[in-house]
């Protein structure tokens, strides 16, 4: 395994983490609890040391199972969870980073987890109506108390970023990015560079386009399946996108790699303090997607995908349009 920096947090951790949402809700069926766990098992076999979780994941249970599952190996791994949305009756129905609540969900997860500190604590969304300042001085509160070590923010601007980092060093940002969301390029990771702070991409994989398995004939259960509403996921969308996935297809074949490899390696190239989140709810997945570590994207290589992304005109909003669109 290949080892990153996350910024000057001083965190260290695998060059790939593994996104644990959909081992309990997200894109399908949750699996049983000892499926879940062989497969958070395997992922520590290989190498992965960073491993990224929530509350609202469930709600609930996918805490529990990352909890159960890397109880014997907790001292060995980071371990990142989340705040943030209010939660009425198992749904989310609005965002909540009170301070008093910040704490309440913290303490929560630390049982959740089965564990006495929390690596990496994240806002999972910012609270238009709590002050950044105050957020993050109830974080600041729990890193002196030891219940949590650094924390970071999801989905948040460059404003929102620097108020945060001015009152207690930001660890990580965690803002969707991949070759078809291209939005924190213009800003975020510029900011990031500045501050030394460390960038997560959530959804690194298109949730799940970007594996070149998807087409205008995929259905989605609207029950289980939250690309049944994603804007990026209509049939129209899918067809229109298509090209991207041409793209990743022909760069695979001359790469003896597979697309969902291509689209890691390109991530991981653009910076050496991105440590991209596929989810990853199968042990085949783990297997297809570490082996982007060691995947050579040269500087032609990447010149010539930027110019050929430059041809193709994405469809469809992105993906977090929508409070709901918690896709990890």
Avoid at 96 to 107: G, K, L, Q, Y
Avoid at 172 to 177: E, I
Avoid at 298 to 323: C, P, V, W, Y
């Amino acid at each position: 395994m290949k080892y990153r920096q996350l910024g000057q947090s001083g965190l260290t951790v695998s060059a790939l983490g593994m996104g644990a949402m959909n081992l309990s809700f997200g894109t399908g069926k949750a699996v049983d609890e000892t499926t879940g766990i062989n497969v958070l098992h395997a992922a520590v076999d290989r190498g992965i040391t960073f491993f990224d979780t929530a509350e609202s994941y469930g709600p609930y249970t996918n805490e529990k199972l990352v909890g159960k599952a890397l109880r014997p190996y907790r001292d060995k791994l980071i371990i990142a969870t989340k705040f943030g949305f209010k939660l009425e009756n198992g749904n989310i129905t609005g965002v909540d980073s009170r301070p008093e609540n910040i704490r309440a969900v913290a303490e929560a997860s630390l049982m959740s987890l089965k564990t006495d500190y929390i690596d990496l604590f994240y806002q999972h969304r910012v609270d238009p109506n709590v002050p950044i300042e105050d957020v993050v001085g109830m974080l600041k509160d729990l890193i002196q108390e030891g219940k949590i070590r650094h924390y970071g923010l999801s989905e948040a601007g460059t404003e929102t970023i620097r108020r945060a980092h001015a009152v207690h060093p930001v660890a990580v940002v965690q803002n969707q990015y991949s070759l078809w969301t291209r939005e924190p390029e213009a800003q975020v990771l510029p900011l990031c560079e500045e501050l030394g702070i460390g960038f997560v991409p959530w959804g690194p994989l298109g949730t799940g386009f970007l594996a070149g398995n998807i087409d205008t004939t995929t259905t989605f259960d609207s029950d289980t399946d939250l690309r049944a509403n994603f804007p990026r996921f209509t049939p129209e969308a899918i067809k229109a996108n298509m090209p991207l996935i041409d793209m990743l297809r022909d760069i695979a074949a001359s790469k003896q790699a597979t697309p969902v490899q291509v689209a890691l390696a390109w991530l991981l190239a653009q910076k050496t303090w991105i440590v991209p989140i596929p989810g990853m709810d199968k042990v085949a997945y783990i297997e297809d997607n570490l082996k982007a570590i060691d995947l050579t994207l040269t500087q032609t290589d990447l010149a010539d995908m930027n110019t050929l992304m430059s041809k193709i005109r994405i469809q469809g909003g992105r993906l977090d349009d929508g409070l709901l669109s918690l896709s990890e």
